[in-house]
């Protein structure tokens, strides 16, 4: 998965990038972004997923360099903006209107995303490493989607020509989440189930993640022995059984591990959720589709205490807490001004002590966020945070934050 700012600029990267690999006999998997699995048959084609809005025209010309069937059936793996909504671009002029499939929870998620447009603009916008400020303008982002005709439960078999779809709902990254296999061609395609990279099973802005379905979906795509797989993001594995069951099998283990010892740590006391976060022993894998590009282990844990404990951080003055200005100045003062705060945090920062220097420097900017040499302190940490982080989540969060602060603005 390349997730990345959603600039001109990188959309520009990800138009250069578009690889459309045939991986089967008349199957045909696009990377831009997010990947597009075509399947050619007698009655049209079947398309799984249908990439970033932005980039869909471009995957569409490349995949009509292969064939120019018109589109019979379209499937959603989930409905993330970059899966399910750049269907328009591959319709032919004069074709009949398409059957669209998902999980019938895809229609609740769509009502969700009309209901909170300005926060979901808001959070992407941050995500992506802007401010809420930035909502609606980062390129791809458009709504709406087209919505499916056709919903389904648990399972679902479809027979489009002389080609067999088996679609399975499983939660994971979403909780309408659909993967699916093809067994007349060998192929799995695994929607956001499999990314390439650390699952995103954490995202400390969005909605409840699954990991432990997620593990059991990975088990059960295993147990198909599939050979070709189509991941959601990232290269696909072309007749290799062996190594997709590798990559299964050890992304199934990374999420237990982390879900058995987040537990754990919870049954024993449910002491506050930074604690657990701190003190618990992540795995620390080698596999190359493990490595946390995107997402954490550390979020994981919270969206593990967050799906079995309440809201509540653990911290008995958390509970009713002060507003955040009111105790950003208490702090100050007892500290002696905000000039002794900031010297703190820049001896923080040059020890690179940082999650330390961050919390100081939050301080430092919600009591006296119109101090110039504040802002300048605050842009700098976080920057430094930025660029310290491996997980593109974080790093770009942190950016936000100090785009924030040279505004002299707290984060919001």
């Given at each position: 998965m390349s997730h990345a700012s959603m600039d001109a600029f990188a959309l520009d990267a990800f138009i250069e990038s578009i690889d459309c690999t045939t991986v089967a006999d008349g199957v045909h998997h696009c990377t831009a972004f997010s990947g597009v699995t075509a399947f050619e048959t007698e009655a049209g084609l079947v398309l799984v997923d249908t990439g970033l809005r932005a980039v869909a025209g471009e995957i569409a010309r490349m995949l009509r360099e292969k064939t120019d069937a018109p589109i019979h059936t379209a499937i959603y793996t989930h409905g993330h903006m970059d899966h399910a909504f750049g269907l328009e671009a591959y319709l032919k002029d004069d074709q009949e209107p398409p059957t669209v499939i998902g999980h019938e929870a895809i229609e609740d998620r769509f009502d969700r995303y009309e209901l909170t447009a300005g926060h979901n603009d808001s959070i992407n916008s941050r995500q992506f490493g802007g401010t809420a400020e930035d909502d609606g303008q980062q390129p791809g982002f458009g709504w709406p989607a087209q919505p499916p005709t056709t919903t389904y439960e648990d399972a679902l078999t479809v027979e489009v020509g002389e080609l067999t779809f088996e679609l399975q709902h499983g939660r994971g990254e979403t909780d309408d989440h659909t993967w699916l296999y093809c067994p007349e061609r060998d192929v799995v395609c695994s929607g956001d189930f499999v990314i390439t990279v650390a699952p995103n099973a954490g995202n400390p802005q969005k909605v409840q993640r699954y990991p432990t379905e997620w593990a059991e979906e990975l088990r059960k795509i295993l147990a198909v022995e599939p050979g070709t797989l189509c991941p959601g993001h990232g290269e696909p594995i072309v007749d290799d059984p062996d190594a997709i069951a590798t990559q299964l099998r050890t992304g199934a283990e990374y999420l237990d591990t982390i879900v058995d010892r987040t537990i754990e740590l919870l049954n024993d006391g449910a002491p506050p959720h930074v604690d657990?976060?701190?003190?618990?022993?992540?795995?620390?894998?080698?596999?190359?589709?493990?490595?946390?590009?995107?997402?954490?282990?550390?979020?994981?844990?919270?969206?593990?205490?967050?799906?079995?404990?309440?809201?509540?951080?653990?911290?008995?003055?958390?509970?009713?807490?002060?507003?955040?200005?009111?105790?950003?100045?208490?702090?100050?003062?007892?500290?002696?001004?905000?000039?002794?705060?900031?010297?703190?945090?820049?001896?923080?920062?040059?020890?690179?002590?940082?999650?330390?220097?961050?919390?100081?420097?939050?301080?430092?900017?919600?009591?006296?966020?119109?101090?110039?040499?504040?802002?300048?302190?605050?842009?700098?940490?976080?920057?430094?945070?930025?660029?310290?982080?491996?997980?593109?989540?974080?790093?770009?969060?942190?950016?936000?934050?100090?785009?924030?602060?040279?505004?002299?603005?707290?984060?919001?």
């Amino acid at each position: 998965m390349s997730h990345a700012s959603m600039d001109a600029f990188a959309l520009d990267a990800f138009i250069e990038s578009i690889d459309c690999t045939t991986v089967a006999d008349g199957v045909h998997h696009c990377t831009a972004f997010s990947g597009v699995t075509a399947f050619e048959t007698e009655a049209g084609l079947v398309l799984v997923d249908t990439g970033l809005r932005a980039v869909a025209g471009e995957i569409a010309r490349m995949l009509r360099e292969k064939t120019d069937a018109p589109i019979h059936t379209a499937i959603y793996t989930h409905g993330h903006m970059d899966h399910a909504f750049g269907l328009e671009a591959y319709l032919k002029d004069d074709q009949e209107p398409p059957t669209v499939i998902g999980h019938e929870a895809i229609e609740d998620r769509f009502d969700r995303y009309e209901l909170t447009a300005g926060h979901n603009d808001s959070i992407n916008s941050r995500q992506f490493g802007g401010t809420a400020e930035d909502d609606g303008q980062q390129p791809g982002f458009g709504w709406p989607a087209q919505p499916p005709t056709t919903t389904y439960e648990d399972a679902l078999t479809v027979e489009v020509g002389e080609l067999t779809f088996e679609l399975q709902h499983g939660r994971g990254e979403t909780d309408d989440h659909t993967w699916l296999y093809c067994p007349e061609r060998d192929v799995v395609c695994s929607g956001d189930f499999v990314i390439t990279v650390a699952p995103n099973a954490g995202n400390p802005q969005k909605v409840q993640r699954y990991p432990t379905e997620w593990a059991e979906e990975l088990r059960k795509i295993l147990a198909v022995e599939p050979g070709t797989l189509c991941p959601g993001h990232g290269e696909p594995i072309v007749d290799d059984p062996d190594a997709i069951a590798t990559q299964l099998r050890t992304g199934a283990e990374y999420l237990d591990t982390i879900v058995d010892r987040t537990i754990e740590l919870l049954n024993d006391g449910a002491p506050p959720h930074v604690d657990i976060v701190t003190e618990i022993e992540l795995p620390e894998p080698d596999e190359p589709w493990l490595q946390e590009v995107y997402d954490t282990g550390e979020f994981i844990v919270r969206n593990v205490i967050r799906r079995y404990g309440g809201w509540w951080s653990g911290r008995p003055s958390e509970l009713k807490p002060a507003p955040r200005g009111d105790l950003a100045a208490e702090i100050v003062r007892l500290a002696g001004g905000v000039d002794r705060v900031l010297d703190r945090v820049e001896t923080l920062t040059a020890e690179d002590e940082l999650r330390r220097a961050c919390h100081l420097a939050d301080f430092a900017l919600e009591a006296t966020p119109n101090n110039e040499q504040v802002r300048t302190v605050v842009v700098d940490v976080y920057e430094r945070r930025a660029e310290r982080a491996d997980d593109l989540m974080s790093k770009n969060i942190y950016a936000s934050a100090g785009a924030y602060a040279s505004e002299g603005r707290r984060f919001r």
